[in-house]
Protein backbone atom coordinates (compact mmCIF):
# COMPACT_ATOMS: atom_id res chain seq x y z
CA UNK A 1 0.00 0.00 0.00
CA UNK A 2 0.95 3.30 -0.88
CA UNK A 3 0.47 6.12 1.64
CA UNK A 4 -0.79 9.60 0.55
CA UNK A 5 1.98 11.64 -0.37
CA UNK A 6 3.06 8.71 -2.70
CA UNK A 7 2.15 6.81 -6.09
CA UNK A 8 2.85 3.22 -7.49
CA UNK A 9 2.07 1.86 -11.11
CA UNK A 10 2.31 -1.00 -13.46
CA UNK A 11 3.73 -0.41 -16.55
CA UNK A 12 4.49 -2.39 -19.89
CA UNK A 13 7.06 -1.22 -22.58
CA UNK A 14 7.58 -3.10 -25.66
CA UNK A 15 10.92 -3.05 -27.45
CA UNK A 16 10.25 0.22 -29.69
CA UNK A 17 8.10 1.84 -26.71
CA UNK A 18 11.48 1.20 -24.99
CA UNK A 19 13.71 2.58 -27.27
CA UNK A 20 11.58 5.60 -27.78
CA UNK A 21 11.62 6.22 -23.77
CA UNK A 22 15.35 5.87 -23.39
CA UNK A 23 15.90 8.23 -26.52
CA UNK A 24 14.35 10.86 -24.75
CA UNK A 25 15.94 10.23 -21.51
CA UNK A 26 19.59 10.95 -23.54
CA UNK A 27 18.70 13.60 -25.59
CA UNK A 28 17.59 15.17 -22.22
CA UNK A 29 20.67 14.64 -20.49
CA UNK A 30 22.67 18.23 -19.30
CA UNK A 31 25.35 16.89 -20.56
CA UNK A 32 24.41 15.88 -24.21
CA UNK A 33 22.57 19.42 -24.17
CA UNK A 34 25.50 21.32 -23.74
CA UNK A 35 27.87 18.88 -26.05
CA UNK A 36 25.10 19.45 -29.09
CA UNK A 37 25.45 23.14 -28.07
CA UNK A 38 29.02 24.98 -27.24
CA UNK A 39 31.00 21.04 -28.07
CA UNK A 40 31.08 18.06 -29.89
CA UNK A 41 28.82 15.18 -30.14
CA UNK A 42 28.83 12.09 -32.03
CA UNK A 43 25.76 9.43 -32.01
CA UNK A 44 27.06 6.34 -32.93
CA UNK A 45 25.09 4.53 -35.40
CA UNK A 46 22.78 1.75 -33.72
CA UNK A 47 19.05 1.37 -33.56
CA UNK A 48 18.34 2.09 -30.10
CA UNK A 49 20.86 5.59 -31.12
CA UNK A 50 18.52 5.96 -33.79
CA UNK A 51 15.95 6.85 -31.08
CA UNK A 52 17.90 9.40 -29.28
CA UNK A 53 19.07 10.64 -32.81
CA UNK A 54 15.52 11.62 -33.56
CA UNK A 55 14.81 13.40 -30.16
CA UNK A 56 18.04 15.22 -31.22
CA UNK A 57 17.34 16.29 -34.18
CA UNK A 58 13.91 16.44 -33.42
CA UNK A 59 13.30 14.67 -37.28
CA UNK A 60 13.00 11.41 -38.02
CA UNK A 61 15.45 9.12 -39.00
CA UNK A 62 15.50 5.37 -40.80
CA UNK A 63 16.22 2.95 -38.38
CA UNK A 64 17.39 0.03 -39.96
CA UNK A 65 19.87 2.24 -42.08
CA UNK A 66 21.25 3.73 -38.85
CA UNK A 67 23.09 0.69 -37.57
CA UNK A 68 25.45 -1.63 -38.87
CA UNK A 69 25.98 -4.55 -36.77
CA UNK A 70 21.56 -5.87 -36.27
CA UNK A 71 20.39 -8.87 -35.09
CA UNK A 72 16.75 -9.27 -37.46
CA UNK A 73 15.34 -12.50 -38.93
CA UNK A 74 16.67 -15.22 -36.21
CA UNK A 75 20.45 -14.38 -37.44
CA UNK A 76 23.37 -11.93 -36.48
CA UNK A 77 23.86 -9.99 -39.38
CA UNK A 78 25.03 -6.23 -40.74
CA UNK A 79 23.42 -3.97 -43.10
CA UNK A 80 24.66 -3.00 -46.58
CA UNK A 81 27.33 -0.23 -46.06
CA UNK A 82 25.91 1.10 -49.55
CA UNK A 83 22.82 2.23 -47.78
CA UNK A 84 24.05 2.61 -44.27
CA UNK A 85 23.64 6.24 -42.97
CA UNK A 86 26.83 7.92 -41.24
CA UNK A 87 26.54 8.98 -37.72
CA UNK A 88 25.07 12.18 -36.25
CA UNK A 89 27.33 14.75 -35.13
CA UNK A 90 27.74 18.24 -34.00
CA UNK A 91 30.38 20.71 -33.33
CA UNK A 92 30.14 24.00 -31.72
CA UNK A 93 26.06 23.85 -31.95
CA UNK A 94 26.17 23.06 -36.00
CA UNK A 95 25.84 19.55 -37.25
CA UNK A 96 29.28 18.35 -39.24
CA UNK A 97 29.72 16.13 -41.72
CA UNK A 98 33.55 15.66 -41.35
CA UNK A 99 34.10 12.15 -40.22
CA UNK A 100 33.20 10.97 -36.99
CA UNK A 101 36.84 9.22 -36.59
CA UNK A 102 38.49 13.06 -36.79
CA UNK A 103 35.81 14.47 -34.58
CA UNK A 104 37.23 12.48 -31.54
CA UNK A 105 40.37 13.13 -32.20
CA UNK A 106 39.60 16.64 -30.98
CA UNK A 107 37.47 15.48 -28.49
CA UNK A 108 37.66 16.97 -24.67
CA UNK A 109 36.52 16.17 -21.58
CA UNK A 110 33.24 17.63 -21.82
CA UNK A 111 32.23 16.20 -25.28
CA UNK A 112 30.00 13.08 -25.73
CA UNK A 113 29.96 10.05 -27.55
CA UNK A 114 26.61 7.45 -27.89
CA UNK A 115 27.11 4.04 -28.05
CA UNK A 116 24.25 1.58 -27.77
CA UNK A 117 24.86 -1.93 -26.60
CA UNK A 118 23.51 -5.56 -27.03
CA UNK A 119 23.51 -6.50 -23.89
CA UNK A 120 23.79 -4.90 -20.08
CA UNK A 121 24.39 -6.99 -17.12
CA UNK A 122 23.30 -6.24 -13.43
CA UNK A 123 27.03 -4.69 -12.59
CA UNK A 124 26.31 -2.05 -14.97
CA UNK A 125 28.88 -3.50 -17.38
CA UNK A 126 27.52 -3.09 -21.10
CA UNK A 127 28.71 -5.72 -24.10
CA UNK A 128 29.02 -4.57 -27.55
CA UNK A 129 29.09 -7.36 -30.15
CA UNK A 130 31.54 -6.77 -32.82
CA UNK A 131 31.85 -8.50 -36.50
CA UNK A 132 34.66 -6.53 -38.18
CA UNK A 133 38.36 -8.00 -37.17
CA UNK A 134 39.23 -4.61 -35.63
CA UNK A 135 36.71 -4.31 -33.38
CA UNK A 136 34.45 -1.77 -35.18
CA UNK A 137 33.09 1.53 -33.42
CA UNK A 138 33.31 0.34 -30.18
CA UNK A 139 37.12 -0.80 -30.68
CA UNK A 140 37.88 2.33 -32.66
CA UNK A 141 36.54 4.55 -30.02
CA UNK A 142 37.08 3.65 -26.40
CA UNK A 143 41.06 4.38 -26.32
CA UNK A 144 40.47 8.16 -27.18
CA UNK A 145 37.29 8.27 -24.76
CA UNK A 146 38.84 6.61 -21.85
CA UNK A 147 41.99 8.45 -22.16
CA UNK A 148 40.29 11.85 -22.33
CA UNK A 149 38.01 11.47 -19.77
CA UNK A 150 34.98 11.81 -22.24
CA UNK A 151 31.07 11.27 -21.31
CA UNK A 152 30.81 7.80 -22.86
CA UNK A 153 26.81 7.20 -22.96
CA UNK A 154 25.13 3.96 -23.74
CA UNK A 155 21.64 3.60 -23.81
CA UNK A 156 20.64 0.13 -23.49
CA UNK A 157 16.99 -1.21 -23.10
CA UNK A 158 15.99 -3.92 -20.21
CA UNK A 159 15.40 -6.52 -22.85
CA UNK A 160 19.54 -6.84 -23.42
CA UNK A 161 19.65 -7.60 -18.97
CA UNK A 162 22.20 -11.03 -19.56
CA UNK A 163 23.65 -12.35 -16.85
CA UNK A 164 27.11 -11.57 -16.93
CA UNK A 165 28.78 -9.37 -19.85
CA UNK A 166 32.33 -11.08 -18.71
CA UNK A 167 30.94 -14.55 -19.39
CA UNK A 168 29.80 -13.86 -22.96
CA UNK A 169 33.02 -12.20 -23.81
CA UNK A 170 34.57 -15.41 -22.52
CA UNK A 171 32.57 -17.38 -25.04
CA UNK A 172 32.80 -14.98 -28.15
CA UNK A 173 35.05 -14.52 -30.96
CA UNK A 174 35.39 -14.10 -34.65
CA UNK A 175 36.79 -17.19 -34.64
CA UNK A 176 35.69 -19.26 -31.88
CA UNK A 177 33.08 -21.20 -33.62
CA UNK A 178 32.64 -24.24 -35.62
CA UNK A 179 29.31 -23.10 -37.15
CA UNK A 180 26.92 -20.05 -36.04
CA UNK A 181 23.68 -18.49 -37.21
CA UNK A 182 24.46 -15.70 -39.36
CA UNK A 183 28.09 -14.09 -39.00
CA UNK A 184 30.49 -14.77 -36.05
CA UNK A 185 31.04 -11.96 -33.30
CA UNK A 186 33.15 -11.04 -30.73
CA UNK A 187 32.08 -8.90 -27.91
CA UNK A 188 33.94 -5.63 -26.14
CA UNK A 189 32.86 -5.01 -22.77
CA UNK A 190 32.49 -1.58 -21.48
CA UNK A 191 33.20 -0.15 -18.42
CA UNK A 192 32.78 3.20 -16.74
CA UNK A 193 29.71 4.38 -19.18
CA UNK A 194 26.40 6.06 -18.18
CA UNK A 195 24.22 3.45 -18.81
CA UNK A 196 20.68 4.42 -19.39
CA UNK A 197 17.82 2.13 -19.70
CA UNK A 198 14.22 2.42 -19.19
CA UNK A 199 14.92 2.45 -15.14
CA UNK A 200 17.10 5.51 -15.56
CA UNK A 201 15.27 6.95 -18.51
CA UNK A 202 12.06 7.11 -16.02
CA UNK A 203 13.62 8.90 -13.26
CA UNK A 204 15.43 11.13 -15.54
CA UNK A 205 12.11 12.23 -17.53
CA UNK A 206 9.98 12.00 -14.09
CA UNK A 207 12.19 11.66 -11.07
CA UNK A 208 10.52 8.28 -10.25
CA UNK A 209 11.85 5.15 -9.15
CA UNK A 210 11.54 2.13 -11.06
CA UNK A 211 12.04 -1.44 -11.03
CA UNK A 212 11.87 -4.38 -13.66
CA UNK A 213 9.19 -6.91 -12.40
CA UNK A 214 9.01 -8.72 -15.78
CA UNK A 215 10.40 -9.24 -19.32
CA UNK A 216 9.11 -10.61 -22.42
CA UNK A 217 5.40 -11.19 -23.64
CA UNK A 218 3.67 -12.28 -26.83
CA UNK A 219 1.51 -10.98 -29.54
CA UNK A 220 3.65 -7.77 -30.14
CA UNK A 221 4.84 -7.93 -26.75
CA UNK A 222 8.17 -10.29 -27.62
CA UNK A 223 10.99 -8.78 -25.80
CA UNK A 224 8.69 -6.09 -23.91
CA UNK A 225 9.94 -5.03 -20.15
CA UNK A 226 7.37 -4.90 -17.04
CA UNK A 227 8.28 -2.34 -14.61
CA UNK A 228 6.95 -1.23 -11.46
CA UNK A 229 6.94 3.03 -10.84
CA UNK A 230 6.75 4.49 -7.44
CA UNK A 231 7.55 7.80 -5.86
CA UNK A 232 5.62 11.16 -5.39
CA UNK A 233 1.63 11.21 -6.84
CA UNK A 234 2.56 13.81 -9.08
CA UNK A 235 5.39 12.36 -10.41
CA UNK A 236 3.60 8.91 -10.60
CA UNK A 237 1.17 10.72 -12.68
CA UNK A 238 3.64 12.64 -15.12
CA UNK A 239 5.17 9.15 -15.84
CA UNK A 240 1.94 7.34 -16.68
CA UNK A 241 1.18 10.26 -18.57
CA UNK A 242 4.71 10.32 -20.51
CA UNK A 243 4.65 6.40 -21.11
CA UNK A 244 1.01 6.59 -22.58
CA UNK A 245 1.90 9.21 -25.21
CA UNK A 246 4.40 6.76 -26.43
CA UNK A 247 2.40 3.91 -26.23
CA UNK A 248 1.77 2.56 -29.71
CA UNK A 249 5.61 3.28 -31.10
CA UNK A 250 5.82 1.73 -34.25
CA UNK A 251 7.78 -1.69 -34.39
CA UNK A 252 11.21 -1.30 -36.05
CA UNK A 253 11.08 -3.10 -39.82
Known sequence: MTDNGTGKALI???VSEGKRLIGKAVAALPQVQAARKQGKLIIATGITNAYVAEEVLQEPVE???????????????????????????FEN????????????????????????????????MAGV?????NGGTIGSALGTLYARGSHLIIP?????????VEAAVRQLGIHAFDDTMGMACGMIPV?????????????ILCGVEAVQ???????GSEGSVGLVVSGPKPKVAAAMELVRAIKGEPPIV
Do not use: H
Not at 129 to 133: F, H, K, M, Q, W
Open 156 to 164: VSREKLIPS
Open 63 to 89: KMRYTAGVITQGVFTATSSETRLTPVC
Open 93 to 124: GERSSRPWLDILQDFTGKDVFIKGANAVDPSG
Open 191 to 203: VGAAIITEVEALD
Open 129 to 133: LVGAP
Open 12 to 14: SLT
Open 213 to 219: VSGGGVG
